[in-house]
């Protein structure tokens, strides 16, 4: 395959040179993903069945250099993006027809220190794994209640389960988080370091 055409909900058609994706792969731990390839129906389905959508391409991240490097791709190609966490999303907007998918599921990593009772958590973890480490220290973050919803996107919309009464939002309890932006720049956003990405974040 010489190219390969995506099409854009926005702009038609575009052309990517098989080049132009060899480069891509060559930056990335992780894989790209085109129609035809054995994981590509897995990687574009989400819980709500009803949502079948064919992106062009799927990026499965395997860390932070791998998002801005995705990003980077999508700017510069002037692709559609679509963003899928833990693939729990119901209204269908993790999974976008003809662009780029920047898939964080394959990161699920979750570290958890008893001492400040403070978790790390990356963003294709469901609630699930993030349960099962704090658990074994005997603690809990305030999640939601289905444990196959991705941590990031429930976080982002606020977050409501079982011990929010007590405990707040899920979002009330995020102290800080690394944000790739549109520009491709990996930034920490917190109280203190991006006090205004941080404050958007939570909701303004």
């Known amino acids: 395959m010489d190219s390969m055409s995506l099409t854009t909900l926005e702009r038609g058609k575009t052309t990517v040179d098989a080049a132009v994706l060899e480069a891509l792969s060559a930056q990335l731990r992780g894989t790209v993903l085109r129609e035809g390839d054995a994981a590509y129906d897995e990687a574009r389905s989400i819980w709500n069945a009803m949502i079948d959508r064919r992106p062009g391409l799927i990026v499965r991240c395997a860390g932070a250099a791998d998002v801005v490097a995705a990003v980077n791709f999508a700017r510069e190609n002037r692709l559609l993006v679509a963003v899928r966490g833990g693939g729990h999303n119901i209204a269908g907007s993790a999974v976008c027809d003809g662009g780029l998918i920047i898939d964080l599921s394959p990161m699920k990593s979750v570290r958890v220190d008893p001492a400040t009772r403070r978790a790390w958590v990356e963003p294709g973890a469901t609630l699930a794994d993030v349960d099962a480490e704090t658990q074994a220290f005997g603690l809990a973050v305030p999640t939601g209640i289905n444990s196959t919803t991705g941590i990031s996107g429930l976080t982002l919309g606020g977050g409501f389960g079982w011990i929010t009464r007590k405990f707040g939002l899920t979002i009330d309890n995020l102290l800080c988080a690394d944000v790739v932006t549109a520009e491709g720049k ?14 958007a974040l939570r909701g303004g």
Not at 186 to 199: C, G, I, M, V
């Open 186 to 199: 990996l930034l920490r956003a917190s109280q203190t370091e991006n006090p205004d990405l941080f404050w």
